[in-house]
């Protein structure tokens, strides 16, 4: 672990009374009628909570269903089962207006920020949009966006450009200043560093670092890459095809790592140092674990086990609960 992690992860975690978010049991499947009743659903039956000022880390390989709970948060995504629950209060089925009651305190920063600027747009525009619908006078917004690109490490000019002007990394940093515009309490960051080159993702995961801090803002951040979450979470829960394998503290999952499939995703995560990574692509071979092309598990049993070197008879058949392992809860019959 970097030592800039481990002074984040060294940070107390704030003295709270209740959950600023909590999912319960989450299912979601895609298609409508007896099509989609008979395919594996996309979540199947997550659970975990975010306090204030918390940031907790969903990672997982591509299809894993980071994304798809990340949208069945923010209203993007029907659920078929379970609660989402946003400081006490149930939001799982929502209406469109107690949803755009929401749009001021639930932000999201995606992976591409194209797709939330107009390119036709000025940058002061497309952050003044979401003061504006709230209310906020011309002159106020304007002021506010100005002080916020300044916040994001942009010149206060920047405000009269467009989004074509800037770099990529230049860009997310723009869209972190969409988000937090608002002054929301939870933002869900779907992949936001993963299209940057190492240089800028350090920038940008500093800032949303310092900007939590700063805030007391929660975090719900998704990515695929182990060592990024490690970076600014200080809980972690590993899914596997709609499923979580194992939560618990960051510096637990990703150093101490209890399930197989954890083991095999921080092995597989890249690191800068050529002796670490042979010694990592060493361990991840020793490990025993199959592609991910392996075929899917049969029904009511682990998902994981097609590819689990630990594999019985036990793990095809009955799902494994999660139970307390150490600091961890582990979805493994072996653990």
Known sequence: MSIEAAERQGSPAPVLDGPMLEVKDLVVRYGRGRKAAAAPAAVDGVSFAIRPGETVGLVGES???KSTIGKAILGLQTSAGGTISYQGRDITHAGAAERRALGGELRAVFQDPNSSLNPRQSIGASLAEPLRIRGVSAVDARGKAEAMLERVGLPRE???RYPGQFSGGQRQRIAVARALICEPRLVVCDEAVSALDLSTQAQVLNLLADLRD???????????DISVVQFLAQRVVVLYRGQVMESGPAATVTEQPRHPFTQALVAASPVP????????RM???????RTAA???AKPGGCPFSQRCPLATELCTSVRPALRTVG???VACHYA
């Open 283 to 289: 361990l991840r071979e020793s490990l025993g674990v």
């Open 327 to 329: 600091e961890s809860d």
């Open 273 to 280: 140092r050529p002796a670490e990574q042979a010694q990592r």
């Open 158 to 160: 920047a405000v009269d």
């Open 294 to 296: 392996a075929a899917a």
């Open 214 to 224: 700063e805030r007391g803002l929660s975090y719900l951040f998704i990515a695929h």
């Open 63 to 65: 299809g894993s269903g």
